[in-house]
């Protein structure tokens, strides 16, 4: 019986620990892709939301939306957010993970619904699946950017493995990334001795 209400209260806890984050505010900034700079407290919201859905509160303290597709970056207190350009058409909102000094290690987290469609035994239509997705994205100084590693992930059946197949080879086999790297001999050179293993260490080489 102990057991049970611990259980029950650490389960309450979370639900109203994670409610409470999703209403706090913190200092930062926006800049739009037009240039325009907007300075106030930014909604912390959860893994997904916070690259879909920008809410802020003006110095009047009055709440608006941001549209995704017109922000250049926004830092929300230490975090930082960014939209990269890939293949030169795709913009896409990424976190700075790792800010080195020719180099910037980002991520970015997306939700998928999948509705599987199919009866149950008892003639039950099933609960709508999550599909996780995390991409990975490497941006050099002269903001050219490559796709590193993508994970799919779900909890139910029959989605349930983690699978990450996207560049998510050992580094010195990579070739994709060794072409990325070419004004970097150095990396590439310690990356093929395998004294560079993760993307993390040539991040900050």
Known sequence: MREFITSTYLVVFFCINLAS????????????????????QIKVQNRFRSFNKIIYLDNEGNEKKVAVDSI??????????????INSKLFVLAKRIILGPNMTLYYRNEATEVFPGLLDMDGVLPKVLNNEY????????????ITLSFTRRAGETPFKDIVEKLNSKPLHKN??????????????????AKQITKIEEVVVE
């Not at 706090?24 to 240039?35: H, P």
């Not at 991409?135 to 950017?145: A, F, G, H, P, T």
């Not at 070739?175 to 093929?192: A, C, D, Q, V």
Request: charged share 40%.
């Open 21 to 40: 984050q999703e209403s706090e505010f913190l200092d930062g900034k926006i800049i739009t892709r037009k240039g325009d700079t907007l300075k106030g």
């Open 175 to 192: 070739k994709s990334l060794k072409r990325f790297l070419s004004e970097y001999p150095n990396i590439i050179k310690k990356i093929e």
């Open 72 to 85: 250049k970056s926004y830092e929300r207190g230490k975090e930082f957010f960014e939209t990269l350009i």
């Open 134 to 145: 995390r991409y990975k994205y490497l941006k050099d100084k002269n903001n050219n950017v």
